[in-house]
């Protein structure tokens, strides 16, 4: 009998956990450098430089993002290939979920792979080649310059949802199958809890892209931090 890859326990906890942490983390990190950009190029600049001046980034990210990133996206994809949707047999909503996760998670494979060939390494032809690691004093405008090009933000934003959906059900499941949230209708608000965060986090995260290419993104500008505007005392005759 062959080896279901999706029925391994300890494979699946680890595929749980590398999800939240540190994965989660980094996207909420991720988020918040980005929303800087709602207060203009010098805020943001600022956030990317002082990532970049964090002690032993790089090895943070090779063994706090990119190995753990490696492992959740290629057994996602492995347990994906082995699901079996069956939403048009039993069309309940948790079944609708499951496959969403699964759905979102393929998508998010080659997603990521194009947002770190892109902004870590800018290997994407066509697009700017210059990385955004390694150069904080022209993030802002490389940034920018991708995002001014249409199809460039809708995928981002796209990306934003399904981000932010597969990472706020990933908790609910988490909980869940943990054994923090035990019956139906502490399981049911817990859920509710998760849409709300997907939400919030597809808000903050479409904010912060429009935000590049418009000032304070989709918020009232009264709401952002203002330009200085230098007043220059009249000269006396």
Known sequence: ???????????????????????????????????????????????????????????????????????????????????????????????????????TGVFLFFFIIFHLLHYRFGLVPGLTDVAVAGNAAASFDIVASDLAIPWVMAFYILGVAATAWHLAYGFWLFAVDW??????????????????????????GTNAAVAFVRPCGLLPAALCEQPVVEVTAPKRV
């Open 179 to 204: 054994g923090i949230v035990i019956g139906e209708r502490a399981q049911r608000f817990a859920l509710y809890g998760c849409a709300a965060l997907a939400f919030g986090l597809f808000s903050v």
């Open 1 to 103: 009998m062959a080896v279901r890859f999706s029925n391994t326990f300890l494979m699946r906890k680890l595929h749980q956990l590398t999800g939240i942490v540190p994965l989660g983390l980094f996207f909420f990190a991720h988020m918040f450098t980005n929303a800087k950009a709602m207060n203009g190029e010098a805020s943001f600049v600022k956030a990317v430089k002082e990532i970049h001046d964090i002690p032993f980034l790089l090895f943070i990210e090779i063994f706090g993002i990119f190995l753990p990133l490696a492992f959740h996206a290629i057994y996602g994809v492995i347990i994906s290939s082995e699901a079996r949707p069956n939403v048009l047999s039993y069309n309940y909503s948790r079944n609708w979920f499951y496959l969403s996760q699964r759905i």
